[in-house]
């Protein structure tokens, strides 16, 4: 049995003029956050975040330089982030580390 979503094809030079919810980036999944915008962890150590008409931006994060390998929703408008090491914790909207999990 297989199920099969439906596609929509949005070239990455037209952005789309309805709102949209990513679900996958680059192979990795988008978690949903607050406002219809949607993080992924950006195949470089950090964090993508995209708004619902797929305008991307690199949120500052206080990291300690740890490479991030998986990204969601936490409370409020933070997020939790997991390193390579497999450490979580969370940080607020500006990025600032808010204690582990």
Do not use: K, N
């Not at 919810?21 to 192979?27: A, K, M, N, Q, T």
């Not at 956050?33 to 797929?54: K, S, Y």
């Amino acid at each position: 049995m297989s199920a099969e979503a439906p596609e929509r094809l949005v070239p990455d030079t037209v952005f789309p003029t309805e709102p949209v919810r990513l679900l996958w980036f680059e192979g990795r999944p988008a978690q949903p956050l607050r406002g219809a915008a949607v993080v992924t962890p950006d195949g470089a150590g950090g964090v993508l975040e995209f708004d619902d008409r797929l305008h991307a931006r690199r949120p500052p994060l206080e990291t300690s330089g740890r490479e991030i390998v998986a990204a969601a929703a936490g409370p409020g408008d933070g997020l939790w982030l997991a390193d390579v090491g497999g450490e979580v914790f969370r940080v607020d909207r500006a990025g600032r580390r808010q204690g582990s999990g």
